[in-house]
């Protein structure tokens, strides 16, 4: 509330179609990510990309018609991967109509277009090899809605906690708004009055539209005398209200009652419909508008950043239960592992960790990795070792409603070596076990043939008809090695195993286990 | 407030200045690192004037110099990161390890090669359950005179108990054993000792809790909430779970959003008569007046180099940013006493502190997720007695008919005979499911005798009715030392859970 108002003044932009739609959009390091993955804009619209390559990959910005299956597209180009090449991974379709230049790690291109007429989602991809899946966009065309007409404002005097039933009170000054946009000229009053502002607002069709609201104070819009939205008392307008009506097509009565206490002044209002996109009702522009109401609640990224010792971040990781233990290894090779079920939940190349959710506010919820390719090679906080006959079977699942753990196991914790590399250390019934795990090759380049070997070493007795699980799906046997296959497929090596069902297995036995995983190329 | 004492500095002509808590004791604001966000969870202290800090991000610094008068002598390594939030720091000399208290186990850190950085983390206890909630908090304890290391755990989202053991406290024996100690823990901010080493945590308001609260953690004993207390049949060491309070408002369900059908709630002086093993809040921290957020729990051990409150305690708060005063005495068997405004205008919220043998109280802390008035986003910081002696009310006593009031410093005995000097406010809160509650049941007591002590150094209040389980808030405006001065807190808070035989 006490953000000084000049900011405001600066967010203020009016949104009109013949002006240039003006975007940067970048592309997120080791993420395989666009940082903007929804765009605006009118048909007709001339548009402004200003592309900037952060990777340290070449991507490109491909701009498709609505419906385009774009991973399809540009994995057809491995069909004749060396015309592709050619082409700088460009795919020869008539879907594509705009797009950037393969661009080289921090490189930058502006691209100029004029906006389809018609309107719809038109998405956008990155179509080197292997991007697709994940580095993509939609650029949502929509024209811009009605504003409001014949609108007046009524400035009322007093002081209130909450908005005062205006009906009963006598106005100080009344008049018209010449450019029918809403806001509080703040040449009037600073503190302790309020405003009804009235208008006629003209629905083009009969349908379901969405009012945004957001005041500092209170503030509540009416539409044919009926509440739509309410953010009534006093607060800063850090939150963006809304809620849909049904309206008939044709005229109706908008009325919005706003009132200030004391300390800053803001007043934020749009409305969407299904055919025109989010358009203002007022003069300001909510800072974190961006063509829609929705909440936000993006923190700065805080990426731990690997050098050249491993990183260590235990925390709530998505795929790893409640235990997590992530491990940054230099190289761009990253693991999340879990002391809820005593093993390798998940592996992945590039950046390791965002711990801005963690980090702000009060630390609850699960990150899932920062970098991609990532592979979980036995599903969900799953145990690796297993007494059972019939190894092809399910191994036990993790039920993490009562907060029960796999029985037989006890965490014991993990040492450092000398260069910080963990060794993690936990009891199996009467077993003791040590897992560590070393890195090779680049997992940040591509074609750097990261490879992540992991040594369980195995003292003590084990009971009989004890297995050790490496991966669950389907996997098969290629070339000396086992492949995990999903959505990321992994190459696997381990002296002795065998699949047996939807599981690869080893014996389990006193001794050293080497497991080998790379990612598949 | 200050501006006003301000003002009365600019003429001192006409009037002398009130005295100003920063009068009495000074705070030092320390640099602390660059290279991250030093949002201090706990704090112990090392050999060789070293301090420990570990934080809400996961690390642990080793301070040295932060004892010097010169703040600039102060410097940090980094002992170990990567750990998740640590809410307790505890040294063992015994061994020389450090043992933080982190969301899902204790955790011993062991530096083997002796590099000044930890290399091996061994896993003391993780008994308890987590759920990937962020209000699952753990907050750790120092070494009790046992040996033991207590931890107090947050209930899941505050409200409910979905995973084993949330809202209980736990104690840690020497060899890694988990005893269950105490149940209906709500919302811990600390958990602290005494002078006699007995146990305390603080609790923050809520659901049963009509404020913060400072709680003996007698072993065996319910604090209060009881969405816990579905873990007893874990816990046979406790005997059989206590009968719920209120039980009809307690089955319902939380989600529904109505007033507990049935009228009014119950009160924790009543409940206590049918719920035997339940134990009222030591020190109602009263909401809105005291604090806000009840975090560390501080004895002065100091002897004195702390000035006048020799073996009392202070107790932090994170969103208001400031320290209060807390003197407690043992009335029919249970523990009750007076809190005082002590000291604010720390720079964020206060969640870690701990006093050196030198009297020196450090507090760090960090403003994130619940806002606090400090304004700093974070801070590590040093709270010293000037060497002044402030005018203050020392301790309060409960008596059968009335409460005896000491003070550092002689009384002027006109006004502190005076009884227009004094007032006295009585309430309580509703021992309720509902979130929070307003003080209620309000009495106003006639204070008919104030007798000035010959050393001038205590006044006998006799005062009726006294209000078993109310709180007693004693404004005494009008006193006086003999040197003319008013009290620096002129207002005090006692909570008669028993009034003395």
């Known amino acids: 509330m006490i953000r000084p108002l000049i900011f405001l003044l600066l967010a203020a932009l009016p949104s009109h179609a013949a002006e240039t739609a003006v975007f940067t959009l970048k592309t997120m390091t080791a993420q395989m990510k666009y940082d903007t993955a929804e765009l605006h804009a009118s048909p007709g619209q001339p548009v402004k990309i200003l592309f900037e390559n952060g990777d340290d990959l070449p991507h490109n910005l491909v701009f498709c018609q609505p419906g385009t299956d774009t991973a399809a597209m540009a994995l057809k180009q491995m069909e004749n991967p060396e015309a592709a090449l050619k082409r700088n991974w460009l795919p020869d379709d008539p879907r594509i109509w705009a797009h950037s230049k393969m661009l080289n790690p921090h490189e930058k291109e502006e691209i100029t277009f004029t906006a389809p007429e018609k309107p719809g989602t038109y998405p956008y991809v990155c179509t080197f090899p292997g991007h697709a899946l994940t580095m993509r966009g939609e650029l949502k065309i929509a024209p811009v809605g009605g504003g409001l007409e014949d609108l007046r404002f009524a400035l009322y005097l007093g002081s209130w906690k909450q908005l005062p039933d205006f009906s009963k009170l006598t106005p100080h000054r009344e008049g018209k708004v010449d450019d029918n946009l809403i806001h509080v000229k703040l040449d009037d009053y600073k503190n302790e009055f309020g405003v009804v502002f009235t208008g006629k607002l003209t629905a083009p069709k009969k349908g379901s539209y969405r009012f945004f609201l957001a005041s500092d104070d209170g503030a509540r819009i009416l539409v044919d005398g009926k509440e739509v939205v309410n953010a009534d008392g006093i607060h800063p307008a850090s939150d963006i209200k809304e809620k849909a009506l049904l309206l008939e097509k044709g005229d109706h009565e908008f009325r919005l009652e706003y009132f200030q206490a004391a300390g800053n002044i803001e007043l934020y209002t749009a409305w969407k419909g299904a055919d025109f996109q989010t358009t203002p009702l007022s003069k300001w522009l909510h800072p974190d508008w961006k063509g829609g109401g929705k909440k936000k609640q993006d923190f700065a990224p805080i990426p731990l950043v690997v050098r050249d ?20 290894y230099p190289g761009g090779i990253n693991i999340a592992w879990s002391a809820e079920s005593m093993n390798l939940s998940l592996l992945w190349r590039g950046a390791f960790i965002d711990a801005s959710r963690h980090w702000n506010s009060r630390g609850g919820g699960h990150q899932a990795p920062l970098g991609y390719d990532v592979i979980k090679p036995t599903g969900e906080v799953t145990p690796a070792f297993f007494v059972t006959d019939k190894p092809d079977a399910e191994w036990p699942k993790w039920d993490p409603k009562n907060g029960l753990r796999h029985e037989g196991f006890a965490w014991k914790g993990y040492s450092l070596d000398a260069k910080r590399f963990p060794t993690f250390r936990y009891t199996w019934n009467e077993a003791e076990i040590e897992e560590s795990y070393t890195a090779e090759g680049d997992g940040n380049k591509p074609g750097g043939a990261p490879t992540l070997i992991r040594t369980v070493k195995i003292t003590g007795p084990l009971p009989a008809n004890a297995w050790f699980r490496l991966a669950a799906g389907p996997v098969e046997a290629r070339d000396a090695a086992f492949v995990l296959k999903g959505a990321t497929s992994c190459r696997i090596t381990a002296a002795g195993a065998q699949i047996t069902g939807q599981n690869l297995v080893i014996p389990a036995k006193p001794g050293t286990l080497t497991i080998t995983y790379q990612w598949a190329q | 407030m200050k501006r006003f004492s301000l003002l009365l500095v600019l003429c ?216 816990g207390n579905v873990w007893y049949d874990r816990a046979p060491n406790m005997g059989p779970r206590p009968s719920d309070p209120v039980p009809e408002a307690f089955q319902g369900d939380r989600g529904r959003k109505e007033a507990r059908p049935g009228g009014d709630p119950g009160r924790m002086v009543k409940e206590r008569e049918s719920i035997p093993q339940l134990l009222p809040p030591a020190v109602y921290l009263v909401h809105g007046k005291i604090g806000n957020s009840a975090s560390a729990i501080i004895c002065d051990l100091s002897g004195g180099k702390f000035g006048p409150f020799a073996k009392q305690l202070f107790i932090a708060d994170q969103s208001h940013s400031n320290l209060s005063r807390v003197y407690l005495e043992t009335i029919n068997g249970i523990k009750q006493g007076v809190v005082f405004p002590f000291r604010s205008g720390f720079a964020s919220g206060i969640i870690g502190g701990r006093m050196d043998e030198e009297g020196r109280v450090f507090v760090g802390g960090s403003d994130r997720g619940w806002g606090a008035r400090g304004g700093k986003p974070y801070c590590f910081e040093k709270c010293e007695w000037t060497g002044k002696t402030p005018f203050e009310v020392h301790e309060m006593h409960a008596k059968p008919d009335g409460f005896e009031v000491t003070f550092t410093q002689p009384v002027d005995p006109a006004t502190a005979g005076d009884l227009k000097s004094y007032s006295m406010r009585e309430f309580t809160y509703a021992y309720r499911e509902q979130y929070g509650g307003d003080e209620i049941d309000e009495v106003l007591p006639a204070i008919s005798a104030a007798k000035v002590a010959e050393d001038g150094k205590s006044v006998r209040l006799t005062i009726s009715p006294l209000t078993k389980g109310h709180v007693h808030e004693l404004h005494l405006d009008g006193i006086r030392s003999t040197e003319g001065l008013p009290l620096l807190h002129k207002v005090g808070y006692y909570t008669l859970n028993e009034i003395p035989k």
């Not at chain 2, 800090?53 to 940090?76: C, F, H, K, M």
Request: charged share 20%.
């Open chain 1, 309 to 328: 010792e491993p990183v260590i971040y235990r925390n709530f990781i998505q795929g790893a239960g409640n235990r997590g233990i992530g491990v940054g």
């Open chain 2, 12 to 227: 001192p002509s006409l009037w002398a200045a009130d005295p100003v808590e920063s009068d009495f004791y000074k705070i030092t604001t320390f640099e602390t690192p660059k290279e991250t966000a030093l949002e201090v969870g706990s704090i112990d202290l090392m050999p060789d004037g070293k301090l420990a800090l570990g934080t809400r991000r996961g690390e642990i610094w080793i301070v040295s110099g932060a004892g010097s008068s010169d703040p600039s002598n102060v410097s940090y390594k980094l002992f170990a990161s990567g750990l998740h939030e640590v809410l307790g720091i505890a040294y063992n000399p015994k061994d020389r390890n450090l043992y933080a208290t982190t969301r899902y186990e204790i955790t011993r850190l062991k530096d083997v090669d002796g590099d000044g950085r930890a290399d091996v983390f061994e896993n003391v206890n993780d008994s308890w359950g987590v759920s990937g909630d962020y209000h699952e908090y753990a907050l750790g304890s120092r070494f009790d005179k046992a040996g033991d290391l207590w931890v107090t755990l947050c209930l899941t989202g505050s409200f409910s108990s979905q995973v084993p053991f949330r809202g209980w406290a736990l104690r840690i024996q020497p060899d890694g054993t988990m005893v269950p100690a105490c149940s209906g823990i709500r919302s811990p901010g600390g958990v602290g000792f005494d002078a006699d080493g007995e146990v305390y945590y603080c609790d923050n308001q809520g659901p049963w809790h009509g404020s913060c609260t400072l709680q003996h953690l007698v072993p065996g004993s319910f604090q209060g909430h009881p969405g």
